[in-house]
C-alpha cells in the first residue's frame, strides 16, 4: 500500500513536468474512483471518508487519463461521516452570528480507504477538478485550502508528508497515530481526536485494575497498529504486564494465514486479547474468530471499532462481554433526523450517492445502472436504521473539525491590517486562500545579509553554516562567500549589514564634561589672580613680607599657569596641542613646586638661623632662591625639549565598539619614558617638599607656614596616587578628564592650603596682621 502511494504522487509530480515541458495547459490524470459530493462557497472545505473499502489497482498510465473502475464494500457508518459534514456545514451557513457574510462550501470523497485513493483525491481537490485548464491555472491557489481527514492514520502520514510541504492544513476526525504528534514533521496536521498516547495508558490501567497480567496483542499492518502497540509496550513493560503473543494482521491476508492467527489465540493461555488495528482488518479476523467458534476470550477494541455494530454482527456473538474505549460523545440538534435520511436531495444524481444506496439497499434513484440491468427504484423511504447505529462518537468528531475550521476563518476575517499571519503582517484573503507556495529542498537555508557562508567540514558545498561577519565587516547580499572590510573612519553596524561613519569622540567644549572642567580651570585662574591682586595691594603688611613676597608672588603665578594649562586638554586633539598640554603642563608645574620647595627650605631655615652664632642665612637670600628655582625648571625644561624633538606627543585614534561604532581621538605620548621622566621629576621635588615641610611643622612660630605646605603636599599626593590607577582603566576621552582633573584637584589643593589661612587674616582678620602677632609664640 505505501508503494501505491508512492506511485500516485510520482504520478502527481510527472503532471506537474508535463505542464511545464510540454505545453501551456495541463491535464488531470485520475479522478475519484467513487465520486464526489460539491457544494460552491466562498471557502470550500475538502473531506476525505472511507466510503468503500475496496479501491481498485491504480493505473500508471501518464499520458491519457486513466478511467478505472469504482471502489467496492460501501460502508453505511463511514457514509454518514460524510453527512455529517454536509450537515455541519450548512448549519454553519445557517448561523447569522458564524461567519455572516460568508458562505462556506464543501467537496466531499471518497477514499477508498486506501494511500493511493486518498492521495490521488488530495491532489485533484488541492490542484482544481476541471478536466484541462490553462498553464497559469495550474500554477494557482487550490480551490481546496483545507482538508478534514483521513481516518486512517498511514493514510493521513502520506497526506501530511505530500501536502505539508505546501502548507496545506489537514484536519483529522480518526487518525490517532502518535507520531502524528510530531510537529517538526507534521506542522500542519490536525485532529480532534485524542492521540494514542492517551488510549494506550488507558488500556493498561484497565489490565492492571482488572490484574489481568498475561494477554495476548493483535496489531494491524499499518502505522496505526505498530505505533500504538509500542505505546502500549511500553506501558504493560511498567506496570509489569507479560505479552504471551504479538501476532501481525496483514494487508489482504490469505485465508491461512488469519487461521494461523486465530488457532494462535485459541491454543494461548492468555484469556485477554487487545487489538490494535482498524475496523476492516479486524472484521476480516472477527470473520474467522467466529468461523472456529472461538468465544471464550476476554476482548479490548480500540476506539476505531469499539462502538461499530457492525463487527458486532459479523463476529456472531464472540464478542460477548467486550470492553472497549469510545470517544466523547455529544447529542446535536438535529442531526439524527438528518443521518437517517441517507441522501440529500440535492445529491441524489451523484455517482457517490447512487453507488452507496445500489450497495446498501439495491436501488437507484429513479434510474438504470450503466449495464441496462434493471434495478428498483429508490423509493426515499430508505431510513438505514437497521444498517447500523445512526450517530457515533466519530460523527461527533467530523462535527468538531468542520467548526475548527470554521472559527479559524472567523479569525482570518477578524485580522487588522500589519497584524496578520504572513509576511509584514499581511492579511489572508478570504476569498482566495493562500497556502505557503514551492518546497524548498536544501541542506543549509540561505545566510542573510551580514554573514557569510561557511563550508562544513566534511560535508558538500552544499552544506554550510551562516558564521557573523567580525567586526568592522559587512555583507550585503545573501549568500555571500566572505565580508568586505569597512574603509577608514567607517564601521560595521550592528546587523553587519552596511558601513556607517564612526562617531568621532573626544573631550571637547561642548560635552557636560568639557563644560565643567573649564568652569573649574577658568575659576582657579581667576582665584589666583584674585590673590594676587590681594596680595600685590598689602605686600607691605607683616603677613606677606613675612612669607617672603616674592615667592609667594611668583608661587600664584605658576599655579594660575597650572589652571590654565588643563584647557590645553580639552577639545580636538592637533599636533600643537598636544605638544603644549604636557609640556606646559610639566613646566608649570616644576615652578610651582620649587616654589613650595624654596619657601619651605626658607622657613626651615630661618629657624636654624636664630640660635646663636648662626649666619646661615646668607646662603638663602632672594638671589639663591631664585637661581634655585631656574635650575629646578631649567632641568625640567631641558626634559621637554628632548621629548618634543626626539618622540613628541601626537594625535591618535582608537577604533572600535560595538553600540554607535566610534573612533576615539587621544594624544598618545609619543615616549613613554619622556613623559615618565616628566611626572618622575614632579614626584621628586613634591615629595622633597612634603619630607621638609613635614620636619618644620612644629617649629615655633605664631604663623607656621610649614604646616599648610604639609597638608598641601598631602593633598598632592592623595590625587596623584588614585590618578595613576583611574587613568589606566577609563576608556575613551575619560582618560582625558581624568587627568585634567587630577591637575586642577591638586592645583586647588596647593593654593587653597598654602592662601587660604594669609586670605583670611589679611581680609578678615587685619588686627592680627602686625610683626608682633607673627614672632608670638
Request: net charge neutral; charged share 15%.
Amino acid at each position: 500500500m505505501a508503494m501505491t502511494a508512492w506511485l500516485w504522487a510520482l504520478e502527481f509530480l510527472t503532471v506537474m513536468v508535463w505542464v511545464n515541458y510540454v505545453g501551456p495547459s495541463c491535464t488531470l490524470q485520475s479522478r475519484s474512483n467513487s465520486g464526489t459530493l460539491y457544494k460552491e462557497g466562498d471557502v470550500i472545505i475538502g473531506g476525505l471518508f472511507p466510503v468503500h473499502f475496496n479501491a481498485p489497482e491504480p493505473d500508471h498510465s501518464f499520458i491519457h487519463r486513466a478511467e478505472r473502475g469504482h471502489c467496492q464494500g460501501a460502508d453505511l457508518r463511514c457514509y454518514r461521516w460524510v453527512l455529517t459534514m454536509i450537515f455541519t456545514v450548512e448549519e454553519i451557513n445557517r448561523d447569522p452570528a458564524l461567519l455572516p457574510n460568508l458562505t462556506l462550501g464543501y467537496l466531499a470523497a471518497d477514499s477508498c480507504l486506501s494511500e493511493g485513493s486518498t492521495l490521488s483525491v488530495a491532489l485533484a481537490m488541492v490542484t482544481g477538478q476541471e478536466e484541462a485548464v490553462s498553464g497559469e491555472q495550474c500554477i494557482s491557489a487550490p480551490s481546496v485550502p483545507v482538508i478534514i481527514g483521513d481516518a486512517r492514520s498511514a493514510a493521513s502520514i502520506v497526506l501530511a508528508d505530500t501536502l505539508g510541504v505546501f502548507d496545506i492544513p489537514l484536519v483529522s476526525y480518526l487518525a490517532s497515530c502518535a507520531c502524528l504528534s510530531d510537529r517538526s514533521r507534521f506542522p500542519t496536521f490536525l485532529r480532534t481526536v485524542p492521540s494514542d498516547a492517551f488510549q494506550t495508558k488507558a488500556i493498561a490501567r484497565l489490565l492492571s485494575l482488572m490484574g489481568w497480567s498475561w494477554i495476548g496483542v493483535i496489531s494491524g499492518d499499518d502505522a496505526y497498529g505498530r505505533s500504538g502497540v509500542q505505546l502500549l509496550l511500553k506501558e504493560l513493560e511498567h506496570l509489569s504486564m507479560c505479552i504471551e503473543y504479538l501476532e501481525i494482521l496483514p494487508k489482504s491476508a490469505p485465508q491461512s494465514r488469519l487461521k494461523h492467527i486465530v488457532e494462535r489465540i485459541q491454543s494461548s493461555k492468555a484469556k485477554v486479547v487487545v487489538t490494535f488495528a482498524i475496523g476492516p482488518d479486524v472484521e476480516v479476523l472477527l470473520g474467522e474468530v467466529a468461523k472456529q467458534n472461538l468465544s471464550d476470550r476476554q476482548w479490548i477494541a480500540t476506539s476505531v471499532w469499539s462502538t461499530s455494530s457492525h463487527h458486532v454482527a459479523v463476529s456472531a456473538g464472540c464478542l460477548t462481554g467486550t470492553l472497549g474505549f469510545a470517544l466523547r460523545r455529544v447529542d446535536i440538534q438535529g442531526l439524527d433526523s438528518y443521518l437517517t435520511q441517507l441522501y440529500p436531495e440535492k445529491h441524489l444524481q451523484d455517482s457517490l450517492v447512487q453507488n452507496v444506496l445500489e450497495e446498501v439497499f439495491g436501488c437507484r434513484p429513479g434510474e438504470q445502472t450503466q449495464t441496462g440491468a434493471s434495478v428498483p427504484q429508490c423509493t426515499g423511504l430508505e431510513k438505514g436504521e437497521g444498517q447500523g447505529e445512526v450517530y457515533s462518537d466519530i460523527n461527533y468528531n467530523v462535527y468538531k473539525a468542520v467548526y475548527a475550521i470554521a472559527y479559524a476563518v472567523q479569525d482570518m476575517l477578524a485580522c487588522k491590517p500589519g497584524q496578520g499571519p504572513f509576511e509584514d503582517g499581511e492579511c489572508p484573503e478570504i476569498k482566495s486562500i493562500r497556502p505557503k507556495q514551492v518546497p524548498v529542498s536544501v541542506c543549509s537555508e540561505s545566510c542573510p545579509p551580514g554573514t557569510r557562508k561557511a563550508v562544513q567540514k566534511g560535508k558538500p558545498i552544499c552544506c554550510y553554516d551562516c558564521v557573523p561577519c567580525a567586526t568592522g565587516e559587512i555583507s550585503n547580499v545573501t549568500d555571500s562567500t566572505d565580508c568586505s572590510k569597512c574603509p577608514e573612519w567607517f564601521w560595521s553596524n550592528p546587523e553587519r549589514t552596511e558601513c556607517v561613519p564612526m562617531v568621532v569622540e573626544f573631550l571637547s567644549f561642548q560635552d557636560n564634561m568639557g563644560i565643567v572642567l573649564s568652569v573649574l580651570s577658568v575659576s582657579g585662574a581667576t582665584l589666583s589672580g584674585t590673590i594676587l591682586a590681594a596680595f600685590l595691594h598689602h605686600r607691605d603688611t607683616p603677613l606677606v613680607r613675612a612669607n617672603n613676597s616674592e615667592l609667594s608672588f611668583l608661587l600664584l603665578l605658576s599655579l594660575k599657569l597650572c589652571f590654565l594649562c588643563a584647557l590645553a586638554f580639552i577639545g580636538r586633539p592637533a599636533p600643537w596641542s598636544c605638544m603644549l598640554r604636557h609640556t606646559l603642563f610639566g613646566i608649570s608645574f616644576v615652578v610651582c613646586l620649587a616654589c613650595v620647595l624654596s619657601k619651605t627650605v626658607v622657613v626651615l631655615v630661618a629657624f636654624r638661623a636664630t640660635l646663636p652664632g648662626s649666619n646661615v642665612m646668607q646662603y638663602f637670600g632672594p638671589v639663591q632662591q631664585r637661581v634655585g628655582i631656574l635650575l629646578c625648571t631649567l632641568v625640567q625644561v631641558v626634559v621637554c625639549v628632548l621629548w618634543l624633538v626626539l618622540a613628541p606627543p601626537v594625535p591618535t585614534e582608537s577604533a572600535g565598539g560595538e553600540l554607535g561604532a566610534r573612533v576615539v581621538l587621544l594624544c598618545a605620548v609619543g615616549s613613554v619614558a619622556g613623559f615618565s621622566l616628566v611626572l618622575g621629576y614632579i614626584g621628586l621635588l613634591a615629595a622633597v617638599c612634603f619630607l621638609l615641610a613635614f620636619f618644620a611643622r612644629k617649629l615655633p612660630d605664631n604663623f607656621n607656614e610649614a604646616k599648610f605646605i604639609t597638608f598641601s603636599m598631602l593633598i598632592f599626593w592623595a590625587v596623584w596616587i588614585a590618578f595613576v590607577p583611574a587613568y589606566v582603566s577609563s576608556p575613551g576621552k575619560y582618560t582625558v578628564a581624568v587627568e585634567v582633573f587630577a591637575i586642577l584637584a591638586s592645583s586647588y589643593g596647593l593654593l587653597l592650603c598654602i592662601f587660604a589661612p594669609k586670605c583670611y587674616i589679611i581680609l578678615l582678620r587685619p588686627e592680627k596682621n602686625t610683626k608682633k602677632n607673627m614672632m608670638a609664640k
